[in-house]
């Protein structure tokens, strides 16, 4: 028997699965590092946290693995997309990386969306926005020159770990697409973005498919993890992407919901869209030649963890959700709008900020639990309701990430998408979609459909109660006010604040 693993570099987490060749998931494991949030408005890891932890759960694997090592043919990748890795001529890392929830580059998007106007969309089919990767060369440039000048190459998250695992430099399609700096048609770095900004076209990596087979493992890496150095590893792609894989969204038939630390809405697309307009994002998939459109929550997961250490620290998140079945749908008129660092889809706002609304004497701390779990899902389904404004046909929903770990929340979602939610048997979509890529590269598999039809179950389905639907439907026309109505306030105490 032959295995793959697939690893998942998260924003709280690094996740690594293996699967066999019967497409059985065989272990999961992960181990977690943390933010780095200097000021507000910053968020940056250390890259060597992430090289630390992936050696950690690849040991797991081969530790509990009863098998061969050789047998275990491939590894692929999935990362959080958009992040900054900066390396030197010498390879070596210049700064902590900057991530995609990272909102310090309000001026360069500004001024980016300046120089370039309607093009930038033309280009790249996307608005720039500060969780992108170009604004945050272009604030390091300007902010951190010393550094800059000892920039040789960029690198997104997962593509540093691989570096490091196989000493090759490269990026993959779909993560590249996130940088705003990809021609997303043509798939080549844009000469025209480069030139514009005076970057030096060389510091781009080079570009692959998702599936293409990049090297093998580092003896040294190979020894310290106990894989085989004749392991193949293959590019891999933005996590998005592979969750979109690993949920088996490869057609039109299905669309994603992912409530990780962020949250996200994402559908197939067959080609490339001519009437982009940047209101949702348009990015390469990791299967070749084809894209997906997706709306973002910035803060999904990352709203009811806040709520939870601060509030039910001791308690488990199934214990703490628990509660919200003996709270009636609206939390008794209580709303959360779930903007804690600010907001893209669809307000591409960096500096609104997240709100309780309507709170009484009645209101009990697991009120504020479902309210931030309505205000999550309320945000999710401003992208659903975009995509229907373009005229997607919503068919089912297969939500992963940690949200889907929980029955009342996909539910909420059923009910307040409206259609048919499906959570699938290991909700580790990018981790599988990761496996599923390397499989395809060991060509276990002719196409990725035929590797996701064999891996991907399904465990239970959703559907949505009428009843519910339409009571949501009341509570998602308010929620979609909240923005207008809190952003001045929101704009006038971030600048209090920073004035203090
Ligand atoms: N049992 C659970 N039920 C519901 N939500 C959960 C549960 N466990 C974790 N979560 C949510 O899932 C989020 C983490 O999801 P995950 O997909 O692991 O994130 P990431 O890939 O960003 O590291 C947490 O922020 C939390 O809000
Ligand atoms: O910025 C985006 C997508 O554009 C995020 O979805 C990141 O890719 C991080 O993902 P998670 O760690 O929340 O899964």
Redesign the pocket.
């Known amino acids: 028997m032959k295995y793959v693993i697939g690893i998942d570099l998260?924003?709280?987490a690094v996740k690594a699965i293996l699967i066999d060749q019967s497409g059985n998931m065989v272990m999961e494991t992960s181990a977690a590092y943390p933010l780095i949030q200097e000021k507000t408005g910053y968020s940056e890891q250390d890259p060597e946290d992430w090289i630390k932890q992936t050696k950690k759960v690849l040991k797991r694997v081969t530790r509990q693995f009863t098998g061969n090592v050789e047998d275990i043919e491939g590894v692929s990748f999935s990362g959080?997309?958009?992040g900054l890795v900066m390396l030197d001529e010498n390879n070596q890392v210049l700064r902590n990386a900057i991530l995609?929830n990272d909102t310090r580059t309000k001026s360069q998007c500004d001024h980016i969306t300046k120089l370039l106007g309607d093009k930038i969309i033309e280009i790249t089919k996307n608005k720039v926005l500060e969780?992108f990767t170009l604004p945050k060369i272009l604030w390091v440039k300007e902010n951190e020159p010393q550094i800059y000048e000892k920039l040789r190459v960029f690198l997104l998250p997962k593509d540093y770990v691989r570096y490091r695992m196989t000493g090759k430099i490269h990026t993959d399609y779909s993560d590249a697409a996130?940088t705003s700096l990809l021609h997303i048609e043509e798939k080549k770095w844009s000469k025209e973005i480069c030139d514009l900004f005076h970057i030096d076209e060389s510091i781009c990596p080079p570009l692959v498919e998702s599936h293409s087979f990049v090297g093998t493992i580092l003896p040294e890496f190979a020894d310290k993890v106990g894989l085989s150095q004749n392991t193949k590893v293959f590019a891999g792609g933005?996590?998005?992407a592979c969750g979109a894989v690993g949920a088996g969204i490869l057609s039109t038939n299905y669309q994603l919901s992912?409530i990780?630390?962020?949250g996200?809405i994402l559908a197939y697309e067959e080609s490339i869209d001519e009437k982009a307009d940047g209101k949702v994002?348009f990015f390469n998939h990791a299967k070749s030649d084809a894209f997906y459109s997706m709306g973002?929550t910035l803060s999904a997961g990352l709203s009811l963890s806040w709520f939870k250490n601060n509030f039910f620290k001791d308690t488990s998140f199934p214990k703490m959700i628990d509660g919200i079945k003996d709270i009636p749908i609206g939390s008794d008129g209580l709303l959360f709008a779930p903007f804690l660092v600010g907001e893209r889809t669809p307000y591409s706002d960096a500096f609104i900020r997240g709100s309780f609304i309507g709170v009484s004497a009645l209101h009990t701390k697991t009120h504020f639990v479902r309210a931030v779990m309505e205000g999550i899902t309320f945000s999710l389904n401003e992208s659903i309701h975009l995509l229907r404004e373009k005229g997607k046909e919503i068919g089912t929903i297969v939500s992963i990430?940690g949200g889907a770990k929980n029955d009342l929340w996909l539910q909420m979602q059923a009910d307040i998408f409206h259609t048919r939610v499906v959570s699938l048997k290991s909700e580790q979509g990018?981790g599988l979609g990761a496996a599923l890529i390397a499989a395809y590269g060991c060509k276990w598999f002719a196409t990725l459909e035929e590797g996701a039809e064999k891996c991907i179950q399904i465990k239970s389905e959703f559907h949505p109660i009428e009843e519910n639907v339409q009571k949501y439907k009341q509570l998602f026309n308010i929620y979609q006010t909240v923005y207008d109505h809190t952003k001045k306030i929101s704009h006038q105490l971030l600048e209090f604040r920073d004035s203090e």
């Open positions: 998260g924003t709280s959080q997309m958009h995609w969780g996130g933005a996590d998005n992912s990780g630390t962020s996200v994002h973002v990430g990018p």
